[in-house]
């Protein structure tokens, strides 16, 4: 190996190695990340951190994009292992990926939704990968209107002007900007949005422990909220829409 190629694989061990005990910190110190703490922990001096992270919220920004960029790959595996057609089963699949990675990275889960960092402001990069979630479960809807398969609930609330415009706006950005499946109308929109607040507000209450003393069967009522988002949404039950069990 050469000397270039040997310096930029130590670098990158190094990288890894800072991340994880970055990670590690996140549990004890919370989002507001001390360097001194990882420096300790990896027996180093806080000066030597520099040369890899220029600051404490470039440290940051990366562990916010990678912890978006690893839920977002869990809900996305998880849909993806359901036939394209099963609409209903791939939304919640996607949701108790969701769920369950952030039960598994509490810390992780704490920095991306949790109180805001003082100081910090995420940059634009993180954008992306913060909507992974959401442009997911946009898809899924999509592919079922496109399918001939929502099934929008009846008496709706009409949607107020000025959040239709807001949604047609997001709808025409996206369809410029990537490729989409098929024509996504305001009004499913509205309720995929009110599926993904629905889904990250019980994930949020039951990390942060809103629902001790209150919600003990866990699982077994985020599984029924999720269900009735998704009725929300008007994605059908595999039965009513001919998808594969």
Aim: glycine fraction near 8%; aromatic fraction near 6%.
């Amino acid at each position: 190996m050469s000397a270039p190629a040997l310096r930029a694989r130590v670098r990158s061990e190094m990288i890894e190695e800072i991340k994880a005990a970055a990670r590690r910190r996140l549990a004890t110190d919370g989002a507001d990340l001390s360097l001194r703490g990882v420096a300790r922990d990896l027996g180093i001096v806080a000066s030597a951190l520099y040369r890899y992270f220029p600051s404490r919220d470039d440290l940051l920004t990366t562990l916010i994009r990678e912890g978006y960029e690893s839920l977002g790959a869990a809900a996305t595996s998880a849909a993806a292992k359901l036939p394209g057609d099963d609409y209903r089963g791939r939304w919640l699949a996607a949701c108790g990926a969701i769920r369950d990675w952030a039960l598994a990275h509490p810390a992780e889960y704490g920095l991306l939704y949790g109180s805001p960092v003082p100081g910090y402001k995420a940059p634009a990069d993180t954008v992306g990968p913060a909507s992974i979630v959401v442009l997911l479960l946009s898809d899924i809807a999509a592919e079922a209107v496109a399918a001939g398969h929502l099934e929008p609930p009846p008496a709706a609330t009409p949607l107020p002007t000025a959040v239709s415009a807001d949604l047609r706006a997001l709808i025409e950005r996206r369809s410029q900007t990537e490729q989409v499946t098929g024509d996504l109308p305001a009004e499913v929109l509205d309720r995929v949005f009110a599926g993904w607040t629905q889904l990250f507000g019980l994930v949020n209450f039951e990390i942060f422990g809103r629902l001790d003393g209150a919600i003990e069967s866990r699982a077994e009522y985020f599984a029924h909220h999720m269900a009735l988002m998704a009725d929300l949404v008007g994605l059908p039950h595999p039965m009513s829409s001919g998808a594969r069990a």
